[in-house]
């Protein structure tokens, strides 16, 4: 037997999100794991897709969720704007399905004709990659969404299937 309604308790009192999520769970039995379908089940499809929306909104602010691009190329960042759409447990039980759009950024850059290091948007960064670059491009969007997914996840008990 679930007891969501004591862990929604239990982070209404905490405050949601919480990067101790995953502690309140455990400090009272609450399969984390359960969320998504204990929620479907208190809730509905749309209740969920709106917990969730409103978690995230409460996570990113008004900039979107900041990715720190841990210094791989200088002091790099990256805000995404996540948009829940709807869950489907047979796609994934501990996800909801989402869109995204790129925020403010600044990417390391450099000018291959100059050397010349400069920052750019992560969208001017797309939209300026060739064939050559796009093997290195969807590295580091796949970098980005591993990472906004891990700040989803850790705060909010629940992840983001990206569409």
Not at 19 to 27: C, L, N, Q, Y
Not at 88 to 109: A, F, N, T, Y
Request: overall charge negative.
């Amino acid at each position: 037997m679930s007891n969501i309604k004591t862990f929604l308790k239990a982070i209404e009192k905490t405050g949601y999100p919480n990067p101790h999520v995953s502690e309140i769970a455990d400090a009272i039995s609450y399969n984390l794991d359960d969320l998504l379908i204990d929620l479907k089940i208190e809730v509905g499809d749309k209740g969920v897709v709106d917990f969730c929306d409103k978690a995230i909104e409460k996570l990113s602010g008004k900039k979107g969720i900041r990715v720190d691009l841990d210094g791989l190329r200088g002091d790099e960042f990256v805000y995404v704007h996540i948009f829940p759409k709807y869950y489907d447990e047979d796609e994934s039980e501990h996800d909801v399905i989402s869109s995204h759009r790129w925020g403010e950024s600044e990417i390391l850059d450099i000018d291959l004709d100059t050397g010349e290091e400069h920052y750019v948007t992560i969208q001017t960064l797309i939209d300026n990659t060739d064939m050559s670059g796009w093997a290195e491009l969807d590295e580091l969007l796949d970098y980005i969404r591993e990472k906004a997914y891990n700040i989803v996840y850790s705060n909010c008990g629940f992840g983001i299937w990206w569409e």
